[in-house]
């Protein structure tokens, strides 16, 4: 099987994929299952040669060498990687030099860190040459990115800033592809771990997707204070990125094709550094917890678990029946849509419902509590409490010490609990009680 292209076989390309995808790929959109369906699972051999093919694409290319053996353990973790998001299942030919669809090797490129041959043509398959000077291929090197950069190009992909369609200059860098030439804009020095936001789409696209991947309940975590960026991709189950360990400010957004701030860069924070790949309703992450700085976190639209940890933190559950728990400190907790779950914890907490029938529990520290819309349950706790029920028929409970209560729009009702309390009832026929 060679890297044939859907316009030699008659098959028209697809006029609506979004930007981000057409900007990846060539006009004559190469790939290895052409003849198939789009988004056909496809398998590809591949293998390490020995001594330097002839061709005249690199008669002049001097200093081959093979791969070792370590080389050659990371190539296939690389390989894994775009398996792991894909249809394509690869396989290493057990006899060196015996010509699989793609070939890995080293050569001295001039002015290159590394060549792919074979996206465009019908009759040729893939050599992809690693320059001298790249001798480190271990994950979040230059090496490895050149192996991402150029197993894309061996697959199909192009580069962001070629040919017709090219990605926005604000998104041409490595924090969206791995076939970009420019670096991460807050992050310069570092380099991508896996394929990232962009590449995965594309991927996708033209081998379908690998549900089978991290398809349990999976923890995605990271030393404290780690540099990398990477791009999850997450088959099914119910999953948690936990930071709990970070130290730093941390941001996580938990939307599909969204970016994360975790860990750190040259001595501050790590900006956009994780992304979550687009997909669907099995594709997503649902829980997350912080760490012990002020931390930023955003659910979406399934039933988020969000802990913010220590830190003065901002939480905001979006859509879905989300459990929200702001831990220690002065946090700022938001339910969004849905019928949402909110713990304050200790600290001067604000907690804000918004529409569904939510309940709000402000526990310890001088609470502000909304319930907003809704038919919603406020529990002030211990602290000198403000209780606002919003629209709907709302029941509020002031708990310990001198709280202040109101109704406001519908049938409510209102206990002050322990304390000097003040209660209003506003709109409605409410039940007051002091």
Same mark, same amino acid.
């Given at each position: 099987?060679?890297?044939?292209?859907?316009?030699?076989?008659?098959?028209?390309?697809?006029?609506?994929?979004?930007?981000?995808?057409?900007?990846?790929?060539?006009?004559?959109?190469?790939?290895?299952?052409?003849?198939?369906?789009?988004?056909?699972?496809?398998?590809?051999?591949?293998?390490?040669?020995?001594?330097?093919?002839?061709?005249?694409?690199?008669?002049?290319?001097?200093?081959?060498?093979?791969?070792?053996?370590?080389?050659?353990?990371?190539?296939?973790?690389?390989?894994?990687?775009?398996?792991?998001?894909?249809?394509?299942?690869?396989?290493?030919?057990?006899?060196?030099?015996?010509?699989?669809?793609?070939?890995?090797?080293?050569?001295?490129?001039?002015?290159?860190?590394?060549?792919?041959?074979?996206?465009?043509?019908?009759?040729?398959?893939?050599?992809?040459?690693?320059?001298?000077?790249?001798?480190?291929?271990?994950?979040?090197?230059?090496?490895?990115?050149?192996?991402?950069?150029?197993?894309?190009?061996?697959?199909?992909?192009?580069?962001?800033?070629?040919?017709?369609?090219?990605?926005?200059?604000?998104?041409?860098?490595?924090?969206?592809?791995?076939?970009?030439?420019?670096?991460?804009?807050?992050?310069?020095?570092?380099?991508?771990?896996?394929?990232?936001?962009?590449?995965?789409?594309?991927?996708?696209?033209?081998?379908?997707?690998?549900?089978?991947?991290?398809?349990?309940?999976?923890?995605?975590?990271?030393?404290?204070?780690?540099?990398?960026?990477?791009?999850?991709?997450?088959?099914?189950?119910?999953?948690?990125?936990?930071?709990?360990?970070?130290?730093?400010?941390?941001?996580?957004?938990?939307?599909?094709?969204?970016?994360?701030?975790?860990?750190?860069?040259?001595?501050?924070?790590?900006?956009?550094?994780?992304?979550?790949?687009?997909?669907?309703?099995?594709?997503?992450?649902?829980?997350?917890?912080?760490?012990?700085?002020?931390?930023?976190?955003?659910?979406?639209?399934?039933?988020?678990?969000?802990?913010?940890?220590?830190?003065?933190?901002?939480? *905001?559950? !979006?859509? $879905?029946?989300? =459990?929200?728990?702001? %831990?220690? +400190?002065?946090? #700022? @907790? &938001? /339910?969004?849509?849905?019928?949402?779950?909110?713990?304050?914890?200790?600290?001067?907490?604000?907690?804000?419902?918004?529409?569904?029938?939510?309940?709000?529990?402000?526990?310890?520290?001088?609470?502000?509590?909304?319930?907003?819309?809704?038919?919603?349950?406020?529990?002030?706790?211990?602290?000198?409490?403000?209780?606002?029920?919003?629209?709907?028929?709302?029941?509020?409970?002031?708990?310990?010490?001198?709280?202040?209560? *109101?109704? !406001?729009? $519908?049938?409510? =009702?209102?206990?002050? %609990?322990? +304390?000097?309390? #003040? @209660? &209003? /009832?506003?709109?409605?026929?409410?039940?007051?009680?002091?």
């Amino acid at each position: 099987m060679t890297l044939q292209s859907d316009q030699n076989l008659g098959i028209q390309a697809n006029d609506d994929l979004p930007y981000y995808i057409d900007a990846l790929l060539p006009t004559s959109k190469p790939r290895w299952n052409a003849g198939s369906p789009l988004g056909t699972p496809v398998t590809i051999r591949y293998s390490f040669m020995q001594t330097k093919p002839a061709s005249s694409q690199w008669q002049d290319w001097d200093d081959f060498q093979p791969f070792t053996e370590e080389q050659k353990e990371y190539t296939r973790q690389a390989l894994e990687l775009y398996s792991d998001i894909s249809g394509i299942t690869f396989v290493e030919d057990s006899v060196p030099q015996s010509g699989g669809q793609i070939q890995f090797g080293y050569i001295d490129i001039p002015n290159y860190g590394g060549w792919s041959t074979g996206v465009g043509s019908d009759t040729q398959n893939s050599y992809i040459w690693i320059d001298t000077n790249r001798s480190n291929l271990a994950p979040g090197t230059r090496g490895y990115y050149l192996l991402l950069h150029e197993i894309g190009h061996s697959l199909g992909l192009k580069h962001t800033f070629t040919g017709d369609s090219t990605l926005p200059t604000e998104e041409d860098s490595y924090q969206y592809s791995n076939m970009s030439y420019t670096e991460h804009p807050d992050m310069p020095d570092a380099r991508p771990e896996t394929p990232q936001l962009y590449d995965i789409a594309a991927i996708q696209h033209l081998y379908g997707t690998n549900n089978n991947t991290r398809s349990g309940n999976n923890f995605y975590s990271w030393a404290t204070d780690a540099t990398f960026i990477e791009t999850i991709w997450d088959g099914g189950g119910t999953d948690t990125i936990i930071a709990a360990n970070q130290t730093r400010n941390v941001e996580i957004n938990l939307k599909p094709g969204s970016f994360s701030s975790i860990g750190s860069y040259d001595g501050s924070n790590a900006k956009n550094n994780l992304a979550i790949a687009y997909g669907d309703q099995n594709n997503i992450i649902e829980n997350a917890i912080g760490g012990s700085g002020n931390d930023v976190i955003r659910g979406n639209n399934a039933d988020n678990e969000l802990y913010g940890s220590n830190g003065n933190d901002y939480i *905001f559950g !979006d859509l $879905g029946g989300d =459990t929200i728990s702001g %831990g220690d +400190g002065d946090d #700022s @907790l &938001y /339910g969004g849509g849905g019928n949402d779950s909110i713990l304050g914890g200790a600290g001067d907490d604000t907690l804000n419902g918004w529409y569904g029938d939510d309940t709000l529990r402000g526990e310890s520290g001088n609470d502000t509590l909304n319930g907003s819309y809704g038919d919603d349950y406020l529990s002030g706790g211990s602290g000198n409490d403000s209780l606002l029920g919003g629209e709907g028929s709302d029941t509020l409970y002031g708990g310990n010490n001198n709280d202040y209560l *109101f109704g !406001d729009i $519908g049938n409510d =009702t209102l206990d002050g %609990g322990y +304390g000097s309390d #003040s @209660l &209003y /009832g506003g709109g409605g026929d409410d039940s007051v009680l002091g």
